[in-house]
């Protein structure tokens, strides 16, 4: 992919019904009937995007209204963003 993508600017957009019901409970489009990915598998999508020129990213489809009590999903939602910024910064001191 890094092929035909070149040094041409990425922006990365997550959405958060992707995820796994046990994981994302607070999306806007649960899809309880279908597994959907674990954080392991998330982490490793991002992480192949590791060297890209990433200009920026978000996080969609977080519905605070429909969330756990202990936030699990917002907390999911901070990991991946986490993560994206990590692949920005990486980016720029590497080079």
């Known amino acids: ?7 041409r600017p990425v922006y990365i957009t997550f959405d958060l019904d992707c995820l796994d ?13 279908c597994q959907g990915f674990m954080m392991g598998q998330v982490m490793q999508l991002l992480q ?5 020129n990433i200009i ?10 429909k969330d756990s009590p202990h936030q699990i999903t917002a907390m999911v939602a901070i990991a991946i ?7 920005i910064s990486d980016r720029h001191h590497s080079s």
Do not use: K, W, Y
């Open 48 to 52: 192949a995007t590791r060297g890209m």
């Open 21 to 33: 019901p046990s994981i994302a409970p607070g999306v806007s489009n649960i899809e309880a009937g």
């Open 1 to 7: 992919m890094c092929e035909r993508i070149g040094d």
């Open 81 to 87: 963003m986490f993560e994206m910024i990590s692949l």
């Open 56 to 65: 920026g990213g978000e996080v969609v489809c977080l519905m605070p209204t």
